[in-house]
């Protein structure tokens, strides 16, 4: 008869099995030891290896307060760029931990096709640094939802992982309800600016057990990657008709030209 797993091993057992358990772990490591998630490279411990470290490049000011795009000089305080000007977004404010490059890409490929879920703590570290001012004003965290059909297919949501990591830095939680993807879209890559646009629209809704989540609240909407912001624009659209006093947007990384002008 088994050992109901509520009864505690006595300790002299229990320490023999977590020195089998050390043992095993320290085999474990030298037979297959950790590779960069970016390179693959040998790495020791967790993380990315010195070489692909060095290429990452996070975002920090000067950047445009409204999109967190990163200007190549420092224009002064509160400057939008030309795109926030003329063509300004449903959301407030966006910011970004990184550039989205062949590192970060590799990052985001391992974490989405790749099962390395154990990417999503030091991701969302980065973000929760980056977006430290949204954070201390928001109410709750809204993950960018996938439709039912390929969260069945990956088994899980990298927004919400990315989420979850950045909750439990900051303490503001998770409004897990507050938004569903009722349209089954085709993937964004290779596809143009408009049709992007086209592809997510009406693809968001807040369901009506998410309602008392959004109405009268301040949000921080969390995805992984922003390119056109197709999608975290409709997500925003959604929010906001539902009744959101504000939604900000926090990605992991953005396409950011290396030139970008300033008014």
Request: net charge positive; charged share 20%.
């Amino acid at each position: 008869m088994p050992l109901s797993p509520s009864i505690a091993l006595p300790p002299r057992l229990k320490r023999a099995a977590d020195s089998v358990h050390a043992i095993l772990r320290t085999a474990l490591d030298l037979a297959l030891p950790p590779l960069c998630p970016a390179c693959r490279a040998p790495v020791d411990g967790k993380g990315l290896c010195p070489a692909c470290w060095s290429k990452l490049s996070f975002i920090t000011r000067p950047y445009c307060e409204r999109l967190g795009i990163p200007f190549v000089y420092d224009p002064g305080p509160g400057i939008l760029s030309m795109e926030a000007i003329a063509n300004p977004p449903a959301y407030h404010r966006a910011r970004a931990a990184v550039r989205f490059d062949e590192v970060s890409r590799a990052l985001v490929h391992a974490l989405k096709y790749g099962d390395r879920l154990d990417l999503a703590p030091m991701m969302g570290r980065w973000m929760s640094q980056a977006g430290r001012e949204l954070l201390a004003e928001a109410d709750a965290l809204v993950a960018v939802p996938l439709h039912w059909r390929r969260l069945w297919a990956r088994r899980f949501n990298q927004s919400a992982m990315l989420a979850g990591t950045i909750s439990a830095d900051s303490a503001v939680p998770v409004a897990a309800t507050a938004l569903k993807r009722v349209k089954a879209t085709v993937q964004q890559v290779g596809l143009t600016r408009t049709e992007r646009a086209a592809n997510v629209q009406g693809a968001f809704r807040v369901p009506d057990e998410g309602k008392a989540a959004v109405v009268g609240r301040r949000l921080v909407l969390v995805d992984d990657v922003l390119t056109s912001g197709a999608t975290v624009e409709g997500c925003a659209r959604a929010l906001l008709r539902a009744g959101a006093a504000n939604v900000d947007v926090l990605i992991f990384a953005r396409v950011a030209d290396p030139v970008r002008t300033s008014i």
